[in-house]
């Protein structure tokens, strides 16, 4: 069982992973949500997932967004028995961050999707193409391919970023490659904005360069 004050202890200093600003604290759409990115309980969520859930529930938040999908089971347990799970605690599951790639796709499409997801996120991408502006473009194609798949499927396709994307290279910033290659309709951002900071630029700048392209933030 996981201890109250290590959860609470844990809780704290990773609350700053949520999915979107608190819309009572902000002026947010009304349909906006704060959730939790339960990576930053993965210790917890490992031994005890169940009783992980349950603690979240009972602190408030309403909206998770799982880092745990492997073998096609989400913390060990099938899409649909996920979605219950959550569902019986009062939560709804958003989003999940998985290692999808153009080989899984489309059995990772259908899973998300049985977990009553909105949500694919792409937490990164092989290292190989972050040594040069191609590779970034390479991504980006890669990045429409399943952001299309997504979107027939009733899916949205958002990519989460790091601070390397931020690294000029070649007098450009590839983060923006990532941006004006990818197609609005079928790839979102999910931007970290402790990241974009840390790599030093300026996320209202971002805002208004490319309106409407960051659908899901990480707070920290």
């Not at 004050?5 to 906006?32: D, I, Q, Y």
Request: proline share 4%; net charge neutral.
């Amino acid at each position: 069982m996981i201890n109250r004050r290590e959860f609470v202890k844990t809780l704290s200093a990773g609350v700053a992973a949520s999915l979107l600003m608190p819309k009572k604290l902000l002026a947010f759409p009304a349909n906006s949500s704060i959730g939790i990115q339960l990576y930053t309980l993965h210790q917890q969520m490992k031994n005890d997932a169940i009783g992980t859930l349950q603690k979240v529930a009972d602190v408030g938040f309403y909206t998770v967004e799982t880092a745990g999908y492997h073998e096609r089971k989400f913390y060990g347990f099938s899409p649909k028995e996920f979605k219950k799970l959550v569902s019986d605690m009062g939560m709804i599951s958003q989003s999940s961050h998985a290692g999808v790639n153009l080989v899984n796709i489309d059995e990772t499409i259908e899973d998300t999707l049985n977990a009553g997801m909105s949500y694919l996120v792409l937490p990164s991408f092989d290292r190989e193409k972050r040594g040069s502006l191609d590779g970034f473009r390479a991504a980006a194609d890669d990045f429409n391919v399943m952001g299309e798949k997504c979107k027939k499927a009733g899916l949205s396709f958002a990519y989460h970023n790091h601070s390397f994307e931020f690294e000029e290279m070649e007098g450009k910033v590839p983060y923006d490659t990532l941006l004006e290659n990818t197609d609005p309709g079928f790839v979102s951002m999910q931007l970290d904005l402790y990241w974009m900071v840390y790599g030093r630029k300026d996320p209202l700048a971002y805002f208004n360069k490319f309106p409407g392209r960051f659908e899901l933030f990480h707070v920290k």
